[in-house]
């Protein structure tokens, strides 16, 4: 069953806490992406790959920070420095940066 | 300044009508256009793409249109479902070096009344 997972579903974060989101896929895709989602607001483009161990700030990488050790993963960490954390996170892959796949999303909330 | 703009305001629509969705764009040149479906709480899923050089598309009930002097597409679905409810969002695709950037407008909300 191919497609993108992400996980948790729901992620609750406490002040001055790093918490990291997890996006997995195996639809063998060389490109991935990290948009943040808020009421009112297009897709925003937090961070991009196209290849593994080469990643590129999008938009609003600002208090954010991203790995790609492997082709099939792309976690997220929000750090504590991202001060308006609270919004749906989603993660995509693409052949090319053309049609992309989302996963399911995870909300991210703030204790 | 470069603009991309949908429906602010939700569509609602008879059961068996066309819905009609534009997307209308301002001081871009894109590559090609895409439109997408997000039902709440879920990420969008891809519905349909098209190229700068092609006037319309069509896949089952769904038909795009690309107007590159206009700068405008429509996106229409005929014989309008309740399940049809959802945003819908369009996406330009600009070239940026060797890659491509999509830029996604808000969404337009479309319901569909029994």
């Known amino acids: 069953d191919g497609g993108i997972t992400q996980s948790p579903k729901y992620l609750f974060r406490k002040e001055g806490q790093n918490v990291t989101l997890s996006c997995e896929q195996n639809?063998?895709?060389?490109?991935m992406y990290w948009y943040r989602q808020d009421p009112g607001q297009g897709l925003r483009l937090i961070y991009y790959?196209?290849?593994?161990?080469?990643?590129q700030k999008g938009d609003i990488a600002e208090g954010y920070s991203v790995s790609r050790e492997k082709k099939e993963s792309f976690p997220l960490t929000v750090t504590s420095a991202q001060k308006n954390p609270t919004a749906f996170y989603l993660c995509?892959?693409?052949?090319?940066?053309?049609?992309?796949?989302f996963g399911p999303g995870t909300r991210l909330l703030v204790l | 300044s470069q603009k991309i703009e949908q429906n602010s305001e939700a569509l609602n629509i008879q059961e068996g009508k066309t819905a009609t969705l534009t997307c209308n764009y301002t001081?871009?040149?894109?590559?090609?256009l895409q439109w997408y479906r997000q039902d709440p709480g879920r990420g969008p899923v891809f519905l349909l793409l098209?190229?700068?050089n092609e006037k319309e598309k069509r896949k089952e009930r769904l038909k795009v249109t690309f107007d590159t002097t206009l700068k405008q597409s429509l996106f229409h679905i005929t014989a309008s479902q309740p399940a049809d409810s959802a945003t819908y969002l369009c996406?330009?695709?600009?070239?940026?070096?060797?890659?491509?950037?999509?830029?996604w407008g808000l969404g337009t909300s479309l319901a569909v009344n029994p």
């Open positions: 001081n871009y040149s894109p590559a090609y």
């Open positions: 790959s196209q290849i593994v161990n080469d990643f």
């Open positions: 639809l063998n895709h060389d490109a």
């Open positions: 996406a330009l695709a600009l070239n940026a070096g060797n890659n491509r950037k999509l830029i």
């Open positions: 995509a892959s693409s052949i090319r940066a053309e049609t992309q796949y």
């Open positions: 098209i190229r700068e």
